[in-house]
């Protein structure tokens, strides 16, 4: 196995006096898509901003391409190339496509163009000069990703992308995705849409109550049915 290019150890996470995270172990290849499974609740957002360092009271390690993310401030962590995509999306519902687009500072070499971006979501182009709040959920979740692609991250952390939206744009989603993959994008994603996922990742890992119970690779799946209907009742 190759060297991870994230690899999480022992991560604890706190709000205030509440213990969300118990000792959460994972590893994503680089090029890999890993998806994080479990019913609501259970630590799988928790542990996307526990990386990225938007949980501060956190233990353990989160290395990713080979530099300890713990106790560096937020932009630090941006700048070492992982973005986070949230639930909530974030983007500015003021501002055009174009200025979403530009506003973000870019952290590496590598990172797309506007142009490229379009010719990636012809959706967003069509839409370049409308307001945030013109677009619709799917819009909005291609422009949350696109916005972070300019930027040059190696890895994306997107939480939930298809929360919400309709069969022919979550479909959509998936294809941006598998783009994405074949172009050499790291990308660990939480989603509650199983069958979803399913299509997409080369790994699982399933977490309860703040921790992973274990984790295994797409060709596994059909002998973990039974744990996977025990634990996510799917």
């Known amino acids: 196995m190759s060297e991870p ?17 118990h000792g959460v ?10 998806t994080l499974l479990g019913r609501n609740g259970v630590g799988k957002t928790t542990t996307l901003r526990a ?23 937020l932009h630090r962590v941006a700048r070492q190339g992982i973005g986070y995509v949230p639930e909530e999306r974030g983007i500015f519902a003021t501002l055009t496509v174009d200025e979403n687009l530009i506003l973000p500072p870019v952290v590496a070499k590598g990172g797309m163009s506007v142009d490229e971006i379009f010719d990636l979501f012809p959706n ?19 422009l949350a990703i696109a916005r972070i692609l300019r930027t040059g991250v190696q890895m994306l952390l997107l939480d939930e992308p298809t929360e919400g939206l309709a069969p022919v744009i ?15 994008m790291t990308i660990l ?16 890992y399933l977490m309860e109550h703040g921790k992973v119970l274990e984790g295994f690779p797409v060709a ?7 744990k996977l209907h025990e634990v996510l009742g799917v």
């Not at 967003?124 to 291609?142: D, Y």
């Open 124 to 142: 967003l182009k069509e839409r370049r000069n409308s307001p945030g709040t013109r677009l619709s959920g799917g819009e909005q979740q291609m």
């Open 189 to 204: 994603l939480v989603e509650q849409n199983f069958r979803f996922a399913a299509r997409i990742a080369d790994r699982f």
């Open 25 to 34: 172990n994972l590893d994503v290849l680089r090029g890999e898509t890993v």
């Open 51 to 73: 990386i990225v360092g938007l949980v501060r009271e956190r233990s353990g390690s989160v290395v990713f391409n080979g530099s300890d993310l713990i106790g560096l401030p």
């Open 5 to 21: 290019l994230l690899a999480v150890r022992d991560l604890h996470a706190w709000y205030g006096e509440g213990h969300a995270l």
């Open 170 to 184: 979550v479909q959509r989603i998936g294809e941006l995705l598998a783009t994405l993959k074949k172009r050499g």
């Open 220 to 226: 596994e799946l059909a002998a973990h049915t039974e």
